[in-house]
């Protein structure tokens, strides 16, 4: 039986805090939250009031699917793990912030013990509290609580682009792990927000030529109005591996990828990936999908393609905020609807629905008061 999905909008006023929910029904809805605007910072810790937070597809899917591979919705659980903000206190612990600065907000925890943490790649840490994933709250809240540590000061980066700051460390990382430099030939498997950044990535780091491909074709051109020099390349569901690889040779007159980045999670897009990269080349995976997929075997071990995978990211928002602040990458535009808290289900809706155009959805505090009264 298909699961039934609600949204409804019923604002509490109990509570100085409120946050966006969704639970094992795959209802959606605004309740009362955690912490209180007046509550205290531990040691370490910042008191965020949080003023942009965009949805991410993961968002989307513990809404509608009840969860992200293994990961499950069992209770009540608040979304959101794109957000920035303002400082309203800080734990006198803390020495690099201070009230009123704003900030992005990486949304994990670490143990700082493991392997993982000790040699520098704490996305694999053992222990980690990613905000979001269940059973761990998201920041889709009016007021954070969160290590300082992992508060990133945007000094007057406007929030909504500080709320894009998550994605691009997503994309980021793809770009240094997959190895992609100047000159490289580099397809594109999606153009969803995640596709869109890395195409922004890419042509950053003077990958030439670049093709991105899409099943939509209003994605399409949105990725063309963004990087007008990329071609792109609208897939026909049921399109043979070979025909595709033959087409994405031709866009890039003769040549074939050394990389593609598949921003989809999606069997077909990977297959098809494999099969365009040229003998040596990598497909590199951002996207999640399935917990089992098939893939062309055979043509990985003929051609030497490496096949590579990415889980979060790692030491990327320090660089992010540098190549924002300077113009390098240009996030404007990215965002095309955005919501106040209190319409957060009409924000899902909207995120969820492909006919709507939405690339990102931002929620917004607009009303909130950022004094601690």
Same mark, same amino acid.
């Given at each position: 039986?298909?699961?039934?999905?609600?949204?409804?909008?019923? #604002?509490?006023?109990?509570?100085?805090?409120?946050?966006?929910?969704?639970?094992?029904?795959?209802?959606?809805?605004?309740?009362?939250?955690?912490?209180?605007?007046?509550?205290?910072?531990?040691?370490?810790?910042?008191?965020?009031?949080? !003023?942009?937070?965009?949805?991410?597809?993961?968002?989307?899917?513990?809404?509608?699917?009840?969860?992200?591979?293994?990961?499950?919705?069992?209770?009540?659980?608040?979304?959101?793990?794109?957000?920035?903000?303002?400082?309203? %206190?800080?734990?006198?612990?803390?020495?690099? &912030?201070?009230?009123?600065?704003?900030?992005?907000? =990486?949304?994990?925890?670490?143990?700082?013990?493991?392997?993982?943490?000790? +040699?520098?790649?704490?996305?694999?840490?053992?222990?980690?509290?990613?905000?979001?994933?269940?059973?761990?709250?998201?920041?889709?809240?009016?007021?954070?609580?969160?290590?300082?540590?992992?508060?990133?000061?945007?000094?007057?980066?406007? !929030?909504? *682009?500080?709320?894009?700051?998550?994605?691009?460390?997503?994309?980021?990382?793809?770009?240094?792990?997959?190895?992609?430099?100047?000159?490289?030939?580099?397809?594109?498997?999606? %153009?969803?927000?995640?596709?869109?950044?890395?195409?922004?990535?890419?042509?950053? %780091?003077?990958?030439?030529?670049?093709?991105?491909? *899409? #099943?939509?074709?209003?994605? &399409?051109?949105?990725?063309?109005?963004?990087?007008?020099?990329?071609?792109?390349?609208?897939?026909?569901?049921?399109?043979?591996? =070979?025909?595709?690889?033959?087409?994405?040779?031709?866009?890039?007159?003769?040549?074939?990828?050394?990389?593609?980045?598949?921003?989809?999670?999606?069997?077909?897009?990977?297959?098809?990936?494999?099969?365009?990269?040229?003998?040596?080349?990598?497909? !590199?995976?951002?996207?999640?999908?399935?917990?089992?997929?098939?893939?062309?075997?055979?043509?990985?071990?003929?051609?030497?393609?490496?096949?590579?995978?990415?889980?979060?990211?790692?030491? +990327?928002?320090?660089?992010?905020?540098?190549?924002?602040?300077?113009?390098?990458?240009?996030?404007?535009?990215?965002?095309?609807?955005?919501?106040?808290?209190?319409?957060?289900?009409?924000?899902?809706?909207?995120?969820?629905?492909?006919?709507?155009?939405?690339?990102?959805?931002?929620?917004?505090?607009?009303? #909130?008061?950022?004094?601690?009264?």
């Amino acid at each position: 039986m298909q699961p039934s999905f609600s949204a409804t909008r019923s #604002i509490p006023s109990s509570n100085l805090n409120i946050g966006v929910y969704t639970n094992p029904a795959h209802n959606l809805y605004v309740a009362d939250a955690v912490p209180d605007k007046h509550s205290v910072p531990s040691h370490g810790e910042a008191f965020v009031a949080v !003023f942009n937070t965009g949805i991410c597809g993961s968002d989307v899917h513990f809404w509608k699917d009840g969860r992200v591979g293994p990961m499950a919705v069992t209770g009540a659980h608040i979304l959101g793990h794109e957000a920035a903000g303002v400082v309203l %206190a800080v734990h006198p612990s803390v020495e690099h &912030l201070k009230v009123g600065d704003r900030v992005a907000i =990486e949304p994990n925890i670490i143990c700082h013990q493991c392997e993982p943490c000790l +040699t520098g790649r704490y996305n694999g840490c053992e222990k980690i509290e990613f905000l979001s994933t269940p059973p761990f709250p998201g920041l889709l809240r009016r007021f954070v609580r969160h290590p300082a540590v992992w508060c990133h000061n945007i000094g007057d980066m406007p !929030f909504e *682009d500080g709320a894009l700051l998550e994605p691009l460390s997503v994309a980021l990382a793809a770009i240094e792990r997959s190895g992609v430099r100047l000159s490289d030939p580099v397809l594109i498997c999606g %153009a969803g927000p995640i596709g869109l950044v890395t195409l922004l990535c890419c042509r950053a %780091a003077g990958a030439e030529p670049i093709v991105i491909t *899409d #099943i939509d074709e209003g994605r &399409l051109k949105f990725a063309k109005g963004l990087v007008p020099s990329a071609s792109t390349y609208r897939v026909q569901p049921g399109t043979p591996d =070979e025909e595709f690889s033959r087409s994405i040779t031709s866009l890039m007159a003769g040549i074939e990828p050394s990389i593609a980045i598949d921003c989809t999670g999606v069997e077909s897009s990977i297959s098809a990936a494999i099969w365009a990269v040229k003998f040596g080349g990598k497909v !590199f995976v951002i996207g999640v999908g399935k917990d089992e997929i098939k893939i062309p075997f055979m043509r990985l071990s003929t051609r030497e393609v490496d096949l590579q995978f990415q889980y979060r990211y790692n030491n +990327t928002w320090p660089r992010a905020i540098r190549l924002v602040k300077s113009g390098v990458i240009d996030l404007k535009g990215l965002v095309t609807h955005t919501f106040n808290i209190e319409d957060a289900p009409e924000a899902f809706e909207t995120a969820a629905d492909p006919s709507t155009g939405a690339v990102k959805v931002q929620i917004l505090n607009q009303g #909130i008061n950022a004094r601690r009264q």
